[in-house]
Nanobody, 125 residues
Framework: QVQLVESGGGSVQPGGSLRLSCAAS????????IGWFRQAPGKEREGVSC????????YYADSTKGRFTISRDNAENTVYLQMSSLKPEDTAVYYC??????????????????WGQGTLVTVSS
């Protein structure tokens, strides 16, 4: 069964850090584009970051640039989203997605076929 499983969410104070993981099963992430997106209560989905199929390019939404870092570990078949300097407005359910698209941009998730179930991130004092 092809699936993605996110983990690493939780509650953190403003200014804190979290690392989200996106583990694949049933397929290998090599040469797949991976995207992270999020959805806050009552809001639309928002692209967060993407990494290209060959890892040559990474993309970030303006709201996350300089604070979030996307990376891939093919040996672990996992993609990570390192989040630092977290703000209350980062509170959302975070999802990862994978696919064969070559579309560039921080919202590449729109073109990806396999989506995970999400992990909740809450930033609050």
């Amino acid at each position: 069964q092809v699936q993605l499983v996110e983990s690493g969410g939780g509650s953190v104070q403003p200014g804190g850090s979290l690392r989200l993981s996106c583990a694949a099963s049933g397929f290998t992430l090599d040469y797949y584009a991976i995207g992270w997106f999020r959805q806050a209560p009552g809001k639309e989905r928002e692209g967060v970051s993407c990494i290209s199929r060959d890892d040559s390019s990474t993309y970030y939404a303006d709201s996350t640039k300089g604070r979030f870092t996307i990376s891939r570990d093919n040996a672990e078949n996992t993609v990570y989203l390192q989040m630092s300097s977290l703000k209350p407005e980062d509170t959302a359910v975070y999802y990862c997605a994978a696919g064969r698209t070559t579309v560039a941009g921080f919202d590449c998730y729109r073109y990806l076929e396999v989506w995970g179930q999400g992990t909740l991130v809450t930033v609050s004092s």
